[in-house]
């Protein structure tokens, strides 16, 4: 059965936030949603999430530079092209470095559609076994602790199963044990630093295994996987790697180096769901559990995510909170609802969720259509 897609319609869509999203590097306000379109025959086929950011923050990406990669290079290589199987997809973008988001969005859309083909849930097509997954809150930096506290409180008592709390060289002790008190020592608590420090850090970090931490994400840049190193050999806290890890090969240089015991799983960072899904099984093999971390997407990427922590190594609680509770408006009808801690996994044939077309035209700022015959392609 060969997959393809005649058009790709890419729209840009600005959708604000609950409140601000505060992060060691960055301040988020609003999203600047890039959202596909697959379509044939006129028919539209299918829906993907583009997740990089506003600002190169997370990583080089943005919505700027995985607009110009989509539409110069990505889209127009795989218009009109007859795909035998997915790696194929992959494979026909990979003459292209980097731009990973970019990828992912092409890639996942295409998972998506032979899920459907197939007549499965994306999640059944990927090998997930449950309908539903566990999901923690994730706190930006507030420098009003006892605003932190309280929503910390909130959270868990609407029934969270793990806490994350960002942080920053100078916003670390004291917010995490603040927390940590609120909260009592039987949630899992973890903190993330998003890369903000320096090897010249080391003794404020070890600190914060003071707070019982579940795990400490990212604290130094992504290419430092000797710091990490040593850091974890200096600390009880499970250090997971976000930023550091793009492709299963970081995967093996991270256990090769001790630079971490736990990995944060976004299937936009590294290229979609099947890189996603290999670095799970990598993982997996040498008895890393994983989870899956958010990006601020939409309810259409949230259901992608829900769909692959489904898989046996996602077993710590990820970041796949209701998209609801920080966008001002959602995208889509059969998003995730929150429940004892765990949000559905999407369970109909493909993405399983269902895109309000309306709202999407009425948030659009910007589109652009690519279709086969106008890069070159050619019908079968
Ligand atoms: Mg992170």
Redesign the pocket.
């Known amino acids: 059965m060969t997959l393809r897609v005649d058009e790709i319609v890419l729209r840009e869509l600005r959708i604000g936030l609950v409140r601000p999203f505060r ?1 060691s590097r960055v301040v988020t306000t609003e999203r600047r949603i890039c959202l596909l379109e697959f379509r044939s025959g006129g028919a539209t086929l299918g829906w993907s999430e583009c997740v990089a950011g506003e600002v190169p923050d ?1 990583t080089a990406e943005t919505i700027d530079t995985a607009w110009h990669a989509l539409t110069r290079w990505l889209v127009p290589g795989v218009l009109g092209k007859p795909f035998a199987t997915l790696r194929d997809v992959e494979d026909s973008m990979a003459f292209v470095r980097g731009h990973q988001m970019a990828k992912a969005a092409i890639e996942m859309g295409f998972q998506a559609l032979s899920a459907r083909r197939r007549g499965l849930s994306l999640s059944e097509h990927l090998g997930g076994k449950r309908d539903r997954v566990a999901t923690g809150a994730s706190l930006g930096i507030d420098d009003d602790l006892g605003r932190l506290v309280q929503r910390a409180t909130d959270a868990v008592s609407e029934g969270y199963a793990r806490l ?1 709390v960002k942080i920053q060289p100078g916003r670390d002790y004291e917010p995490v044990m603040r927390t940590r008190d609120a909260v009592g020592p039987d949630v899992p608590l973890a903190a ?3 890369g903000a420090y320096g090897i010249g850090d080391f003794e404020d970090i070890v600190r914060l295994d003071d707070a019982d931490l579940l795990l400490l ?2 604290p130094f840049p992504p290419d430092q996987l000797t710091a990490h190193a040593s850091l974890q050999a200096a600390m009880r806290a499970p250090i ?1 790697l ?2 550091s890890i793009e492709s299963p090969a970081d995967v093996s240089t991270m256990v090769a180096l001790g630079a971490g015991r736990v990995v ?1 799983i ?1 299937p936009g960072r590294v290229g979609g769901l099947g890189p996603a899904k290999r670095i799970h099984d990598l993982c997996e093999e040498h008895g890393i559990p994983v989870f899956c ?1 958010g990006m601020l997407e939409t309810g259409v990427g949230r259901a992608y995510n829900r769909a692959l922590a489904a898989l046996p190594n996602f077993t710590i609680p990820g ?1 796949l909170y209701p998209a609801s509770t920080y966008l001002e408006m959602d995208i889509v009808r059969g998003g995730a609802v929150l429940d004892a801690g765990t949000v559905g996994v999407p369970a109909a044939p493909g993405l399983g969720v269902e895109v309000d077309v309306d709202r999407v035209e009425s948030l659009t700022v910007r589109s652009e259509s690519l279709a086969a015959s106008s890069v070159g392609g050619r019908p079968d």
């Open positions: 992060t997370y994350k993330d630093a998003n994400e990212q997971g976000d930023e944060n976004k971390g970041d």
